[in-house]
């Protein structure tokens, strides 16, 4: 079974960073892409970064500048590294990972960022 876990998230003040972490199990297949989406109160989903198996990277326009995306394949972890964090960053981030044509879902980390 492939099982995708975030890790990471927290309390951090405006203007702080964190680092989130993304493990996917796998068998067999290699990971294709990788997403981070966030979740705030409220809202929908919506898509923060995407890094493919070639390491070509996508960013949302909210995060631009200020979040990194980037993995490690020996690992077959995914990190999302966020700078210069603001109020409304708060919220779920969730990833899922494509293995072989199937996408996979974590449970979430959640982050809030107080002014």
């Known amino acids: 079974q492939v099982q995708v876990v975030e890790s990471g998230g927290g309390l951090v003040q405006a203007g702080g960073s964190l680092r989130l972490s993304c493990a996917a199990s796998r068998n067999i297949f290699s990971i294709d892409v990788m997403n981070w989406y966030h979740q705030a109160p409220g809202k929908q989903r919506e898509f923060v970064a995407q890094i493919t198996s070639g390491g070509t990277t996508t960013y949302a326009d909210s995060v631009k500048g200020r979040f990194t995306i980037s993995r490690d394949n020996a690992k077959d972890t995914v990190y999302l590294q966020m700078n210069s964090l603001k109020p409304d960053d708060t919220g779920v981030y969730y990833c899922?990972?494509?293995?072989?044509?199937?996408?996979?879902w974590g449970q979430g980390t959640q982050v809030t960022v107080s002014s």
């Open positions: 899922n990972a494509l293995i072989n044509r199937r996408l996979y």
